[in-house]
């Protein structure tokens, strides 16, 4: 009787342990996969945030390209106006 008791007991643990190491090798294969899909994810986020600065600083320069044209623009207004003013004394210019 020890002997039958002490077989199924083998037997018990020995399928136990085989359950476990399906789980564990199930885990392992989820987890990589899992870890897979992360490094993509962080690769594809690494290139967003390159395009990300490369485009701040396209849009950096377009900004000061546009600030030089609105200076350059103002500077012709006034002299526009200055130079309307001066005909008007001059008498050429209606109002």
Same mark, same amino acid.
């Given at each position: ?14 399928? @136990?342990?085989? +359950?476990?190491?399906?789980? *564990?090798?199930?885990? /392992? !294969?989820? &987890?990589? =996969? $899992? #870890? %897979? ?13 390159? @395009?990300?600065? +490369?485009?701040?600083?396209? *849009?950096?320069?377009? /900004? !000061?390209? &546009?600030? =030089? $044209? #609105? %200076? ?24």
């Amino acid at each position: 009787m020890f002997v039958v008791a002490a077989g199924a007991g083998a037997a018990f643990a020995a399928l @136990r342990g085989l +359950e476990a190491w399906r789980a *564990l090798r199930s885990f /392992r !294969r989820a &987890l990589g =996969e $899992s #870890l %897979a899909e992360l490094t993509r994810r962080v690769a594809g986020a690494e290139a967003r945030f390159a @395009r990300a600065g +490369e485009s701040a600083a396209r *849009l950096a320069r377009a /900004r !000061r390209r &546009l600030e =030089e $044209s #609105l %200076a350059t623009a103002a500077l012709l207004a006034t002299a526009a106006g200055d130079a309307r003013a001066a005909l008007r004394v001059l008498g050429y210019l209606r109002r």
